[in-house]
């Protein structure tokens, strides 16, 4: 495992307006949800794939390689449905992206890295399977990475019961992680930018169901109070198998939840950011 102290205390930089970037109306018109999907897939692919060359076993490092490119490849079909892949992944500045705060934490201990995909892919799995199910415009894509990010899901299971269940500090760690991270998984169960605007013959529903339905919308469909009772009730249950104690802190930071989702973004994700772009943006145009 990896000693390097996590940074996931790091407050949000939240100085200047959000920005939608090039090529998209991320703020909420079409295609802000499309959007958001693909950045929480790019990032956390980006930061599964800082892992090669330093997981703490070689079935490991393919076992991260493997989730990264899945997770890069639902961000691609998500990206074409907005604009421009490469302008959308590489030309945006950080206000502009839509992800949420936890898929941009660092690795920090190997720990970390499990709590957080634990959180993040029991919560895709859950939306996924709802949105598989729907005709809405992500039905296709859903159907495709759900059997995905089933695997994502068992894979961070395995290894939370190994490390909460294992050596006394290896439970320790993965204690130590689960409660690090657990304010970031409140944000998931926010509304997504730009789902109204998928709506399409349901939207006449949405508007007469009054706000509070609406608020409730995680996307067309999708109803995001049961999509968090669901999770909670996943993550509890893997959580007590690992003998671990489920954290019992806020869901959200000190700033509101769906900070990410509106652009505001934590310290470490402007210099993960430029370390993912520097290549294209040094050389624009350029082709392997």
């Known amino acids: 495992m990896s000693a390097?102290?996590?940074?996931t205390n790091a407050e949000p930089n939240a100085n200047a307006e959000p920005d939608s970037g090039p090529g998209t109306?991320?703020?909420g018109g079409s295609g802000g949800a499309a959007l958001a999907l693909a950045d929480d897939a790019l990032i956390l692919s980006h930061r599964l794939g800082e892992w090669?060359?330093?997981?703490?076993?070689?079935e490991e490092e393919v076992a991260l390689a493997n989730?990264?490119?899945?997770?890069?490849?639902?961000?691609?079909?998500?990206y074409s449905l907005v604009g421009d892949e490469d302008e959308l992944a590489y030309l945006r500045e950080e206000r502009a992206f839509r992800n949420l705060q936890l898929v941009e934490q660092p690795n920090g201990d190997f720990a970390h890295t499990i709590a957080r995909q634990l959180y993040f892919s029991t919560y895709q799995r859950l939306l996924y399977e709802r949105l598989a199910a729907g005709d809405g415009p992500f039905a296709a894509l859903a159907a495709k990475a759900v059997k995905e990010v089933d695997y994502h899901q068992d894979h961070a299971e395995q290894w939370t019961l190994r490390l909460g269940d294992g050596t006394a500090e290896s439970h320790e760690r993965m204690q130590r992680a689960c409660t690090a991270l657990w304010r970031f998984t409140?944000?998931?169960f926010r509304p997504v930018g730009g789902a109204l605007d998928h709506a399409g013959p349901d939207r006449a529903g949405l508007d007469h169901a009054g706000p509070d339905r609406a608020d409730s919308e995680l996307l067309t469909g999708v109803d995001g109070r049961e999509l968090e009772e669901r999770w909670l009730s996943s993550v509890t249950a893997v959580l007590e198998r690992a003998t671990l104690t489920v954290p019992g802190g806020p869901r959200t930071g000190a700033w509101r939840?769906?900070?990410g989702r509106q652009g505001l973004h934590t310290e470490s994700f402007g210099r993960m950011l430029a370390e993912m772009q520097h290549l294209h943006r040094s050389h624009p145009g350029a082709s392997w």
């Open 257 to 259: 939840a769906g900070a």
């Open 25 to 27: 109306d991320a703020g």
């Open 52 to 58: 090669a060359g330093h997981a703490p076993e070689l």
């Open 186 to 188: 409140g944000e998931m």
């Open 4 to 7: 390097t102290p996590t940074e």
């Open 67 to 78: 989730i990264a490119l899945d997770l890069l490849g639902q961000a691609r079909i998500l």
